[in-house]
């Protein structure tokens, strides 16, 4: 009997991040016996800073974020998925797409990778406790000053949420190279989150989205709203937390709706030093195809980025109506900067609000550490 064929993939520690892989690695060698997928998990953390390149060397399929992209596209670590051969799946998986999932992946007219989950920030809200979540800044204040707003603020968080506010007011964000953003809008956007800080938990300031819906969802005294955080399905699925919570769309300035979240999510990414490059893009494909997305994905705890799943009455009625809930944010979502040197950026730029926030730079020294930063990246 032949030996297998063993694929070896990286993904990021989560049971939504892993749990969806383990089942459709299980499903496919049971479709294909010759083949093994065999994955592996890193930390959240690991998962925004570990280089593609790195990753590349050691395993044949990678989930990634979609900013690395920038950097590895030209670099030749990344196996393009963009093919003759499957061209009739790739434009149908661009038809299928959940706002811009799909093309976060597309870099100089190239796929280095399929979109397999899709996240942005969004609301949540306790339903046992309110039922009529805020739509406007305004309101989103009056209900923190009441003691009931918490949100991450942990610097990735925080500069993902000031780019998203400074893009819910229409703000150009490094659209040149010279300019990151316009000082007014900037001063706009921080002086509202200096105002919200104060009146959260103080601990906000050092958790991420997973710490805030684990405060939610598990203990009876804790916040009813967050406005902001990467949505997370689990926590409105039956028995995964003891309070499930309820998704919604973020609320914006004004009038200007959910528009301007930053989109994150997931795609799945081959390496091109892989052997078995063939076998390994025969499986991103079918786990990012509607029927996988719709079925096995979502049943493994995986959100998708499929709107074929999205749509689907099963996968709603378990999830509290997530993807309804949330759509209209997914749809005006922005796609962060990929330039190569936007990583650098990031980076940094979380810590420069974040300093902000604790009261350790006034307003005028963080926009001008913000811009100092985006011109060192942009050499």
Not at 60 to 65: A, F, G, R, Y
Not at 206 to 227: K, L, T, V
Not at 338 to 344: A, E, I, K, V, W
């Amino acid at each position: 009997m032949a030996e297998p064929v063993i694929l070896r993939g990286i993904t990021w520690d989560h049971s939504r991040g892993f749990d969806p892989m383990v089942a459709t690695a299980a499903a496919f060698s049971a479709l294909c016996p010759e083949v093994l997928i065999k994955w592996e998990k890193r930390s959240l953390q690991a998962f925004a800073d570990r280089p593609i390149q790195d990753m590349a060397r050691e395993y044949d399929l990678m989930v990634i974020d979609h900013p690395h992209v920038g950097e590895v596209a030209k670099t030749g670590v990344l196996q393009a998925l963009d093919s003759k051969n499957r061209a009739a799946m790739l434009a149908d998986l661009a038809r299928q797409s959940v706002g811009p999932s799909h093309e976060t992946y597309n870099i100089d007219g190239r796929q280095w990778a399929l979109a397999i989950d899709a996240a942005t920030p969004v609301a949540c809200y306790r339903p046992d406790v309110m039922q009529n979540p805020p739509k406007c800044w305004d309101d989103v204040i009056k209900l923190a000053q009441q003691g009931k707003v918490a949100f991450a603020l942990k610097p990735i968080n925080a500069l993902m949420i000031f780019l998203g506010l400074a893009r819910n007011l229409d703000a150009d964000i490094a659209v040149s190279p010279e300019v990151l953003i316009d000082s007014a809008t900037g001063t706009q956007v921080l002086e509202a989150l200096c105002e919200i800080a104060v009146l959260m938990d103080s601990r906000c300031l050092n958790m991420d989205p997973i710490d805030i819906f684990e405060w939610m969802g598990r203990q009876e005294i804790a916040p009813s709203y967050a406005p902001f955080g990467y949505g997370y399905t689990n926590y409105s699925r039956d028995g995964y937390c003891q309070y499930p919570l309820v998704f919604a769309d973020a609320p914006g300035f004004g009038d200007n709706g959910p528009r301007g979240t930053v989109i994150g999510g997931t795609g799945i990414a081959v390496s091109a030093q892989s052997k078995h490059k063939d076998i390994a893009e025969d499986y991103a494909f079918w786990i990012a195809s509607a029927e996988c997305q719709a079925g096995l994905f979502f049943e493994a705890g995986g959100q998708p980025a499929n709107a074929v799943a999205w749509d689907s009455a099963a996968c709603n009625g378990a999830s509290r109506e997530f993807f309804s809930n949330t759509r209209a944010t997914l749809e005006s979502s922005w796609v962060r900067p990929r330039y190569d040197g936007y990583m650098g950026f990031q980076a940094v730029g979380g810590d420069i609000i974040h300093d902000c926030l604790c009261g350790k730079a006034s307003i005028a020294q963080t926009l001008a550490k913000l811009q100092n930063a985006y011109l060192r990246s942009r050499t």
